[in-house]
């Protein structure tokens, strides 16, 4: 059994694959105890190709294959379907993680029986950070910490690289990445801050984002992302009325309104 699992889609990622697993296997966790779980969501490039190199040389580097594309919240379930570690972490493919690393993430989260772990990630290659970097913090649930003064829950919480989680928190409630579709991590976030009881934040920098201008998120809208959108306010109804019956703080269901009318 593992007590880590990093999970990567991978898709059209050649340039950018192997820097990212390069930043992998300098850690302070014994290779044994931890598991690189690619994720290949049918790309057409020569990434997988790449990963496969890795492999030969790293006994704990797996790669699942998906029959067709899932897209990233897809490939991240695909991922957690064969993780076996404890705590996971979702890292995108063009980005990378700060070597020994891992191990100290870790220890946090088992010695405070954390369900998440938060932490201050950097822009790549402007090495910036957000200014806001809360102190670190005491544990608390994960309603006080989304709607602390000291986050901007759509800025800060909402991207699931930011984070290592509990896997069986996450299996126990059933939170799993919407697929097929952009803006999965909205959606995601909020089910888990809203059901997590364990949740703390800690100010050192553990990810590096890289910052690309083309990315889908950032370049014009067409009639696809609003159609992303949409799916995405049919998503949150949903959420919402799961809140409404279990009761769940009242501060959640006004905010999913306010989020599907600001989306239409």
Request: glycine residues 4%; charged residues 25%; negative net charge.
């Amino acid at each position: 059994m593992k007590t880590f699992s990093i999970i990567i889609p991978v898709y059209n990622g050649q340039d950018v694959v192997g820097p990212a697993l390069d930043s992998i296997y300098p850690q302070d966790l014994p290779i044994e105890d931890f598991e690189v779980i690619c994720v290949d969501d049918c790309s057409p490039d020569n990434s997988i190709s790449i990963v496969e190199e890795y492999a030969r040389k790293h006994a704990n580097l797996v790669i699942v294959r998906n029959q067709y594309n899932r897209k990233l919240g897809g490939a991240r379930n695909a991922g957690m379907e064969v993780a076996q570690g404890d705590y996971v972490w979702f890292i995108d493919s063009d980005d990378f993680i700060k070597t020994f690393c891992i191990g100290k993430l870790l220890t946090i989260a088992e010695t405070d029986k954390l369900d998440v772990l938060h932490f201050q990630y950097e822009n790549f290659p402007d090495t910036w950070t957000s200014p806001r970097n809360p102190i670190d913090g005491t544990i608390m649930t994960g309603t006080e910490m989304f709607f602390s003064q000291d986050f901007i829950w759509y800025h800060d919480l909402v991207t699931a690289w930011r984070k290592i989680y509990k896997r069986q928190f996450l299996l126990e409630n059933n939170i799993a990445f919407a697929e097929h579709i952009m803006f999965e991590d909205n959606d995601y976030a909020i089910e888990v801050f809203a059901k997590a009881q364990r949740v703390k934040h800690i100010t050192d920098s553990m990810y590096c984002y890289r910052y690309n201008p083309e990315s889908i998120t950032r370049v014009k809208y067409t009639s696809v992302h609003i159609s992303y959108w949409l799916n995405l306010c049919h998503r949150l109804r949903a959420l919402k009325d799961e809140f409404v019956q279990k009761k769940y703080d009242i501060r959640f269901i006004e905010l999913i309104d306010g989020f599907i009318r600001n989306n239409i």
